[in-house]
């Protein structure tokens, strides 16, 4: 399986994170080279057997948003499997490299399917049912070719029903890096998943959780 690192951090000032992303040369990656929506859903069986093994089994839909025009947006529809490192019980997981021990490290495989439809109820045939879904918009970046510590690394800037918050894949050293340069410290790392983020909000508005998603009337978030 390949391996995912990353982090996440918090944005708080847009507009500081726009000016440095421009210095750094980011550029937009992806299809369509914009913002995405992603409709997320996470399946599990009704004894919550794959969260308690830290698994994480989810169908993935995302549609580029339209910059203008009549084209109809392309969707994709993504599979992915995650899973810790070594033991799945455990709490915490490492590369075993000192560097990465502060990152989130799992283990992941991911392909493209025909559409969701079919694929649900393949699941809720083998007793696996959609119990979580989340929604959010996703604007990835790269740095240019000429910055080769960045190798690798993706930089996704992500507007949920929680907040903003930017996403660091790829080699320890890069995230690290790229955090510096983004104004951030080792401090400001998150390695809670949006799952954890959405429960902790509830809790601190005094909600009951359910899906995390955006309000009917609520428009797409700018940046």
Same mark, same amino acid.
């Given at each position: 399986m390949a391996q995912e690192i990353e982090i996440k951090l918090k944005i708080s000032d847009a507009n500081a994170l726009k000016r440095s992303l421009k210095r750094l040369g980011a550029r937009l990656v992806g299809k369509g080279k914009g913002c995405v929506h992603e409709w997320n859903v996470i399946f599990d069986s009704s004894d919550g057997r794959l969260a308690k093994h830290g698994q994480l089994l989810r169908i993935r839909t995302e549609t580029p948003q339209a910059k203008g025009g009549n084209a109809q947006p392309v969707q994709r529809t993504l599979l992915t499997f995650k899973r810790l490192l070594g033991d799945a019980n455990a709490t915490s997981v490492s590369t075993g490299a000192e560097e990465s021990q502060r990152h989130k490290v799992r283990e992941e495989l991911e392909l493209e399917v025909a559409g969701a439809v079919t694929l649900t109820k393949i699941f809720e045939g083998l007793g696996l049912h959609g119990w979580f879904r989340y929604e959010k918009y996703r604007t990835t970046f790269r740095l240019p070719a000429s910055s080769n510590w960045s190798k690798g690394l993706l930089i996704e800037w992500d507007e949920t029903p929680v907040g903003?918050?930017?996403?660091? =894949?790829?080699?320890?050293?890069?995230? %690290?890096?790229?955090?510096? =340069?983004?104004?951030?410290?080792?401090? %400001?790392?998150i390695v809670k998943n949006y799952l954890t983020l959405y429960v902790e909000e509830c809790r601190r508005r005094g909600r009951e959780p359910r899906d995390m998603v955006f309000e009917v009337a609520k428009s797409r978030p700018r940046k």
């Open positions: 903003a918050f930017l996403e660091l =894949e790829g080699p320890p050293p890069a995230i %690290d890096r790229a955090a510096q =340069e983004l104004g951030f410290s080792t401090k %400001d790392y």
